[in-house]
């Protein structure tokens, strides 16, 4: 260890930007939307997949932001 650096716990770092991973998470829904719509090589089991993990992304966007709203969630 430097000298110079203090000595943190990995619980006192902050994780990245919320705004950010919140964007991230919704343009990658939209892509795997686009993703089950416009190309031919999907059969119907890969679209659904690909439907459930972007609704699974979006619920998870909106109910971060509920727990947020209501003060359940740092």
């Known amino acids: ?3 110079s650096e203090p000595v ?3 619980d ?3 994780p990245g930007h919320r705004r950010a991973g919140r964007i991230g998470a919704i343009l990658s829904a939209a892509v795997l939307v686009l ?3 416009n190309n031919n090589e999907v059969s119907g089991i890969e679209k ?3 439907g459930g993990i972007a609704a699974f992304l979006v ?3 909106i109910g ?5 709203r209501n003060g359940l969630r740092s």
């Open 1 to 3: 260890m430097a000298g």
């Open 8 to 10: 943190t716990s990995p």
């Open 12 to 14: 006192q770092r902050k």
């Open 35 to 37: 993703m089950m719509f």
């Open 48 to 50: 659904i997949w690909l």
């Open 59 to 61: 619920v998870a966007v």
């Open 64 to 68: 971060d932001t509920i727990l947020r």
